[in-house]
């Protein structure tokens, strides 16, 4: 993902933000989707992120997807968050979807 794409400065503003206001709550977040491999076409912008919390907890939850919303709204770039507690994450780690993030997607954390 190049940093002048949009998918790649929302992905990083995303990130940067998410990590800022709720750094101690998330054990991993990837990037991952159609912008991150390159194939948007420049049609459509849409990025999948994977965030791994220590503990659920909707309410955290919530403004991580606000978040998203907010950053994609500013870059062009339609976010589709998926949030997983961290026993759910590990105990489903063999998950194709999972497995896809993980493969395909950037860390950022």
């Not at 849409?46 to 309410?59: A, F, Q």
Request: charged fraction near 30%.
């Amino acid at each position: 993902m190049s940093e002048s794409t949009p998918g790649g400065n929302a992905a990083d503003a995303f990130a940067s933000r998410a990590r800022t206001e709720h750094g101690e709550s998330i054990r991993e977040l990837v990037v991952f989707g159609d912008a991150v491999r390159g194939d948007d076409r420049g049609v459509h912008a849409s990025m999948e992120v994977l965030l791994v919390l220590e503990e659920d907890d909707e309410e955290i939850e919530r403004r991580l997807e606000a978040l998203a919303e907010t950053v994609g709204l500013e870059h062009g770039v339609v976010f589709s968050v998926h949030v997983l507690p961290a026993d759910r994450f590990e105990s489903q780690s063999d998950h194709p979807f999972i497995r896809t993030a993980l493969e395909e997607g950037h860390s950022y954390v």
